[in-house]
């Protein structure tokens, strides 16, 4: 019997900002328009959620 796989890992990932990786905060402060010291801040603040980020980030 085979096992069913499962491919949660990369939108599982997708969903979160990792505020120590340069790319990825490069990534949402071009997105969003702000510096990376926001995104930085907004990511202490909120958690690493990109929704709560990205909500924080549009006040």
Do not use: C, P
């Not at 505020?19 to 603040?45: L, P, T």
Request: hydrophobic share 25%.
């Amino acid at each position: 019997m085979a096992t069913e796989r499962k491919d949660q890992g990369r939108a599982q990932d997708r969903r979160k900002v990792a505020g120590g990786q340069d790319h990825e905060v490069r990534y949402e402060a071009d997105k969003m328009d702000v510096s990376k010291d926001k995104v930085r801040e907004a990511v202490k603040s909120e958690g690493n959620s990109r929704a709560q980020v990205e909500r924080k980030l549009k006040d």
